[in-house]
């Protein structure tokens, strides 16, 4: 059993657009998707990124019956999501970061009582969920008030507790910290990350967010132009892109160490007393590097600054023409 | 609190209901202005009726008859269907989304999705058009006249939801139709308000066999009356509401079905 299964999926929309005269409109076929293949086993967590337009969305779609791919094939909890919409209904959760699946002018908690009935939810089931993910997400404080009147931190955890009540063994999120403060990412990815531990929930995420990525995922996908450019660990990202880390070494006397073999000298600052150096894995190591320096110049202090992972991506999507 | 969790529509109606009535000042006025449309509409009729002795075979009173039971009809299909026509706005706010996530079908869910109580107020209306025009209307109530009532309230009913599902359909494709549809909609409701022997031939003919909006009044009240119809709409139609609501529900379903398909990118 895969908890997802997807083979060359395809989907194209048809986009209208002004054409040469007034009254025609050009007809244009873009494909959102291109081709995208992937597994995913049974309680792993994978990050989706990718630059808008990538594909991202759709593809959630696309896995959970909204969309229908226009070739190629789904499978979700080994069922067709479009022909067993409903089935699948009741063994996914998902969460669109952006919009909103509670009913905005009722308290919080009728959402979850609605839920409930429409999932039917015996009571002894429902209640010590709810009290649970009450428990973890620290909904209390604001179960009785109306959704439309919510934080939208405090909507992003009603959010994931309403995905979540119903135990789903698959957990899709759409852009789940877009908009949230540091403080209330943080909170939901470890929420996120002990649902995980505790109840082995596949997880699936499109993000912008590194840090989910980092958090949340051991699995990273990347989506260029519809297609899987990159499917792996987040190191192994790191390593295929060839991101440098850099070496911050502070020396006792601002003396030039001359020529380190495997680096470049990105900087000198603090009137000669920092020495910045950039290096990639695959060259050499942090070690090589210091050794290096420390036989001509006395290290007084050093740290070691790990590729930022928005320049990763940069990099990515400009080696890929973007 | 209950022990046990309703069904859902039951729950989701529930809801709906508690929040229109919860404010209490405002839907009270919803309601006065419910009464009011449906008190101006009547006097409309009334105003050309009593002009003549008779107007398209009816008097005054036989056609606020046709009036009452077109608006019963009416309003409790807008009460309980008529916001399906707001589908552009649920698929603009990703609503629409959020019900293919579910595990009940969309329509049912669209249906129980809102519930207009303030149409209340039109269906009170015509109640009371209904009683003052009855004893005028020169006609009998009998078990007869009882049975064909409540057939034509139910089928009636059930007829104009049915135009609401394929007004609501339609947006599927014309995402900026309302106003469009409401031509359907209303237009449809409008039509049946008045005897259908007014209209010239072929619209007469629309209004009885593509939209089924005789079939909702003006039909039965001629059954009751004893008359016979105008040529091509013979009087006996006028029990034939249900099946009329049955073959429009099956162009309502299959015209939603298509639609979902083309939203979701299957269809076209």
């Known amino acids: 059993m895969t908890a997802l299964e997807v083979q060359d999926l395809v989907r194209e929309y048809v986009v209208r657009e002004p054409g040469t005269s007034r009254f025609r409109r050009r007809r244009r076929v873009v494909r959102a998707v291109d081709g995208l293949s992937l597994r995913v086993a049974p309680g792993e967590s994978v990050g989706f990124i990718g630059a808008n337009g990538a594909g991202k969305s759709t593809t959630v779609k696309l896995l959970t019956g909204i969309l229908v791919p226009t070739s190629g094939t789904v499978r979700t909890c080994g069922l067709d999501p479009v022909t067993h919409r409903r089935d699948l209904a009741r063994r996914i959760g998902v969460v669109f970061g952006q919009r909103s699946q509670l009913w905005w002018d009722l308290p919080l908690t009728e959402s979850f009582r609605l839920l409930a009935a429409i999932h039917r939810l015996p009571a002894d089931v429902w209640r010590p969920r709810l009290a649970d993910l009450d428990a973890r997400l620290g909904l209390g404080e604001f179960l009785t008030t ?52 505790e109840h082995g929930t596949t997880l699936l995420l499109t993000t912008h967010d590194m840090g989910d990525v980092q958090r949340l995922c051991d699995r990273v996908l990347v989506v260029d132009h519809g297609r899987a450019a990159y499917d792996g660990d987040l190191p192994g990202l790191v390593r295929r892109v060839g991101a440098q880390r850099v070496l911050v070494v502070d020396l006792r006397e601002p003396v030039d160490p001359g020529l380190v073999t495997g680096a470049d000298l990105l900087a000198v600052e603090e009137g000669g007393f920092r020495r910045r150096y950039a290096f990639s894995a695959e060259s050499t190591t942090a070690a090589e590097v210091l050794a290096q320096v420390s036989r001509s110049a006395e290290v007084r202090d050093l740290s070691v600054e790990e590729p930022d992972i928005a320049d990763v991506l940069r990099r990515l999507y400009a080696a890929s023409g973007r | 609190m209950a022990d046990r969790t309703p069904g859902p529509y039951r729950a989701l109606l529930g809801s709906r209901v508690r929040a229109q009535v919860s404010y209490r000042t405002s839907f009270a006025a919803d309601v006065l202005a419910n009464v009011g449309i449906g008190l101006s509409e009547f006097a409309t009729i009334y105003v050309v009726f ?219």
């Open chain 2, 50 to 268: 009593s002009r003549t002795d008779e107007l398209g075979g009816l008097t005054v009173w036989q056609a606020a008859l046709v009036f009452a039971l077109a608006n019963v009809a009416f309003s409790v299909a807008d009460l309980l269907v008529g916001h399906v026509d707001t589908l552009p706005t649920l698929v603009r706010s990703g609503t629409l989304d959020a019900f293919l996530l579910r595990p009940l079908p969309v329509l049912a869910q669209l249906a129980t999705s809102d519930v207009a109580l303030r149409r209340v107020g039109r269906v009170l209306v015509a109640a009371l058009v209904f009683v003052v025009a009855w004893p005028r209307a020169g006609v009998d109530l009998d078990l007869r006249a009882v049975a064909l009532l409540v057939v034509a309230v139910l089928g009636g009913a059930a007829i104009f939801s049915a135009v609401f599902v394929v007004a609501g359909s339609l947006q599927f494709w014309l995402l900026d139709g309302r106003e469009a549809v409401n031509s359907i909609t209303y237009g449809g409701s409008n039509a049946a308000q008045y005897p259908a022997s007014l209209y010239s031939g072929p619209v007469r003919w629309l209004f009885c066999y593509v939209v089924p909006a005789a079939f909702v009044a003006y039909l039965p009240v001629l059954v009751l009356l004893g008359e016979p119809g105008p040529a091509g709409l013979p009087a006996w139609l006028g029990w034939c509401s249900p099946l009329a609501a049955v073959l429009l529900w099956g162009v309502a379903l299959l015209l939603w079905r298509s639609g979902v398909r083309h939203y979701t990118g299957s269809g076209s």
């Open chain 1, 146 to 197: 109306p959704v439309r009147q919510l934080s939208l931190g405090q909507r992003m955890r009603g959010e994931v507790a309403a995905a979540l009540l119903h135990s789903p063994e698959l957990l899709l999120l759409d852009e789940p910290t877009i908009g949230l403060d540091v403080l209330s990412s943080e909170r939901l990815r470890q929420f996120l990350r002990a649902e995980r531990a």
